[in-house]
């Protein structure tokens, strides 16, 4: 009997968390410089997949669904990946700064990207997906060899990750100002900085399996990531498979950071940021920790992809922009609760 209200909080946890997240999906497809009613939306998605035949303008339904739907569902699921990348990083290596971008994956992975898109390497063999795994796998290698040789504590892998951020970010700008056309520096450029203008629903058969696998595979070592909040050592003695965990735990958040930084570009703050936000609400146990960070993330980036069309009329602002200008000032104000509460 005691087991029937655990379950029944879970399905609404995850039925209210379902609830939100289709709202500001909806949000996303109706908010833009020219707004949409809510009942257009609706309606444009029972066209699409229901052929119901509502009568619509032409126009916009060609913005609810070619544009500003694929769009939000893009953002969400990167959003998500970043989250879960962030929370899996901060938990493996027991650092509150750990993230992507800090750590150097995602530079890593933009070198990747911009060296089989503009110096063809690979020879048509790798796809820009691959291309950016393959960097970010390679820059974190890198950050992780400078740790050992530096030193295992907070600050050698604060100072490696650092280091390696800038030394792909240098090849990055050093291939695209070398080999890369006027037309082509400009839209590297806008893209390395978050760019969600020139995704689609192709883009989405890449972005949402990438997110769901890895929401699955770190909920499935959700209970190993609560051993590593103790250390290694104690995760070992817990019966955990450290090497092993490791190396799936790492190559997971590298895949995910790969995937979205191939989309949309190198975006910051969120892998820092949304993890600690998340742990303010739900607590650190990881079980719940991995798919509320997710659902923050998504959320977040969508609001922040409306913000980025509709702040400035007649602009669209890079979305990594907003990201940290809004992730800054919140990862101050959690550092400053933190403060206080210890």
């Known amino acids: 009997m005691s087991r029937v209200p655990h379950s029944t909080g879970r399905t609404g946890a995850g039925l209210a968390a379902l609830v939100i997240l289709v709202a500001a999906l909806w949000m996303g497809a109706a908010i833009g410089e020219t707004s949409i009613p809510f009942s257009t939306v609706a309606q444009t998605i029972a066209n699409r997949l229901w052929n119901a035949g509502y009568p619509l303008e032409p126009i916009d339904e060609g913005i609810v669904w070619s544009y500003r739907l694929s769009r939000a569902v893009i953002a969400a699921a990167c959003g998500a990946a970043l989250a879960l990348s962030g929370v899996v990083l901060q938990s493996l290596l027991r650092n509150p700064l750990a993230d992507p971008y ?9 070198t990747g990207a911009v060296s089989v898109a503009i110096l063809g390497v690979g020879a048509g063999y790798l796809t820009l997906p691959l291309g950016a795994f393959i960097g970010a796998v390679v820059a974190f290698a890198l950050v992780s060899l400078l740790a050992l040789k530096a030193g295992r504590g907070t600050a050698a892998i604060i100072l490696a990750g650092v280091a390696g951020s800038q030394l792909f970010n240098a090849l990055t700008s050093f291939i695209v100002t070398k080999a890369a056309t006027a037309e082509q520096a400009r839209g590297i450029m806008f893209w390395l900085l978050g760019n969600l203008s020139g995704v689609r629903w192709p883009d989405a058969w890449l972005a949402v399996p990438a997110a769901l696998v890895g929401l699955v595979v770190c909920i499935w070592h959700a209970r190993a990531l609560d051993a590593f909040t103790f250390g ?6 817990l019966g955990i498979s450290v090497r092993r965990t490791y190396f799936v735990l790492v190559g997971i958040a590298a895949m995910m950071t790969a995937v ?27 079980g719940v920790l991995l798919p509320a960070s997710a659902l ?20 669209v602002l890079p979305i990594g922009v907003i990201t940290a200008l809004v992730g800054a000032p919140a990862f101050a104000l959690i550092l400053a609760q933190r403060r206080e509460r210890a």
């Not at 800090?102 to 933009?110: D, F, K, Q, T, Y």
């Not at 949304?274 to 990881?286: D, F, M, N, S, T």
């Not at 923050?296 to 602009?315: H, K, N, Y």
């Open 232 to 237: 290694s050592e104690s995760a070992a003695a």
């Open 102 to 110: 800090l750590l150097g994956i995602s530079a890593g992975a933009s």
């Open 296 to 315: 923050i993330g998504a959320v977040f980036m969508i609001l922040a992809d409306i913000l980025s069309r509709t702040i400035i009329p007649g602009q």
């Open 260 to 286: 979205m930084v191939s989309i949309v570009g190198s975006i910051g703050f969120v892998g820092l940021v949304i993890p600690h936000a998340a742990r303010l609400i739900v607590g650190v146990r990881h």
